[in-house]
């Protein structure tokens, strides 16, 4: 019932001190000889070479699809992009501890099977027609059902990676709070973490094209509804009345013909006839919708480009700073934005990035505003490592960003602007 879908996100109510982070993070691998994104026999390859470093196999019918190892999992996206699910943690330190780790043991099976990395949020190379599919049964549904309400969805798909930043919540008070602020702040991680200039081997116009991506992608964007008081009433009513993507029975994923999560709770999908959704089916069905801040049992930020090493957890310590440690000061900001202007800015961020204004002031001073803010919270919280840095650490290239009005897109278009080749992208 509805009421037993207000209870689910109740129950992601956490103690002040299980506060945590998690971050996912997905990237594009290339052949190296032929320039070509793997495939899924390469796939298998590389989950083959990562089973020594203590990495279990999961299987949907034969094929091996992730890779687990404790709480955290490697899973394949529709073409191919390897995306690592991150255990979650107390601090940022333990979040990069992880990234840095899996990052060596990619890098080690790449180097053994002739491949190589890009850490971008848009495919610079390959074609959508020429990108490999993985044999995953819920992707080939979404492949014909997507594009009908949203025209570049199989580009968000097959063509895009993304940061994503996953933060707990107290209450629904908090909830609220922290829901927001995120939303208000996805014109801002636009700008600032823009990633992707380039498609098919030419500047693409925009700084972030994967926001313009998801901004044309079905069940996605940034609802205004997303700029008020959002309760979790208010969410479960939205995903109840939202058509269901599909439904998984069995070890299989059924279409369901059109029909939304509320016919499926009255019991009234077809191919299904009287059965209603269990815990699992919820799940899967809050996992299909696409916005760019989204509930579980946990707050997911979905607005991040990807990007290299030095510069991967900049966002997961901006947004920890500010959600964590200096919630109502940064609130009080937003609070006086008009919800309209952010929408505006929303659509323009991918292109016009830290020029893009809101309320008299362009993200590149918003930017530095909040920056502030984010790192008086990790420095208030003072989480440190071995050698007595606290998160704020994590801040450096963000720093770097704003003091020098360059973003990773910026750089990235000068440069190619200059060599007229993409091979400085490779990791």
């Not at 996206?77 to 333990?94: D, R, T």
């Not at 968000?156 to 008070?173: A, F, K, P, V, W």
């Not at 996805?186 to 990633?195: D, E, K, Q, R």
Request: aromatic share 10%; with cysteine.
């Amino acid at each position: 019932s509805k009421d037993d879908v207000i209870a689910y996100f109740q129950e992601g109510n956490k103690l002040q001190k299980q506060l945590n982070i998690g971050v996912e993070h997905e990237k594009f691998i290339f052949e190296k000889i032929t320039g070509r994104r793997i495939n899924f026999r390469i796939v298998e390859k590389i989950f083959n070479f990562l089973l020594k470093f203590d990495w279990k196999p999961i299987k949907e019918s034969k094929n091996v699809v992730a890779l687990l190892r404790g709480k955290q999992k490697i899973t394949l996206e529709p073409g191919n992009q390897l995306e690592l699910s991150g255990e979650k943690f107390n601090s940022v330190h333990l979040i990069c501890e992880e990234s840095y780790k899996f990052e060596n043991e990619l890098k080690q099976a790449c180097e053994s099977l002739n491949l190589k990395m890009i850490s971008v949020s848009y495919d610079p190379i390959s074609r959508l027609k020429d990108v490999p599919k993985t044999p995953k049964q819920r992707y080939k549904i979404m492949t014909e059902e997507m594009p009908k309400n949203g025209k570049l969805s199989l580009e968000m798909m097959y063509q895009t990676c993304g940061t994503q930043i996953n933060l707990d919540y107290t209450s629904e008070n908090d909830f609220i709070k922290k829901f927001k602020l995120s939303s208000y702040l996805v014109p801002l991680s636009i700008a600032v973490f823009a990633n992707s200039p380039v498609k098919e081997s030419k500047l693409n116009g925009y700084l972030s094209y994967r926001s313009h991506v998801w901004q044309h992608t079905s069940r996605g964007g940034l609802p205004k509804i997303f700029l008020e008081e959002m309760d979790f009433e208010k969410y479960a009513d939205m995903i109840i009345d939202k058509p269901l993507l599909f439904i998984s029975r069995n070890s299989q994923h059924l279409k369901a013909g059109g029909k939304t999560f509320k016919n499926f709770i009255e019991g009234n999908v077809d191919i299904i006839k009287g059965v209603k959704p269990t815990i699992n089916d919820l799940k899967n069905h809050l996992s299909t919708i696409f916005t760019e801040v989204r509930l579980k049992q946990y707050i997911e930020i979905r607005s991040v480009d990807t990007c290299e090493w030095n510069c991967h957890c900049a966002a997961p310590a901006f947004y920890l700073g500010l959600l964590y440690g200096n919630l109502n000061e940064a609130l009080e900001v937003v609070e006086k934005w008009d919800s309209v202007e952010v929408l505006n800015a929303y659509k323009k961020a991918p292109k016009t990035g830290l020029n893009t204004s809101i309320n008299n002031k362009t993200l590149l001073e918003w930017g530095k505003i909040f920056l502030k803010l984010s790192r008086t919270g990790l420095e208030k919280r003072s989480i440190k490592n071995k050698n007595g840095k606290d998160e704020s650490e994590f801040l450096r290239s963000m720093e770097n960003i704003l003091m020098n009005n360059k973003t990773k897109a910026d750089i990235t278009v000068k440069q190619f602007k200059k060599n007229k080749s993409l091979d400085f992208m490779y990791e």
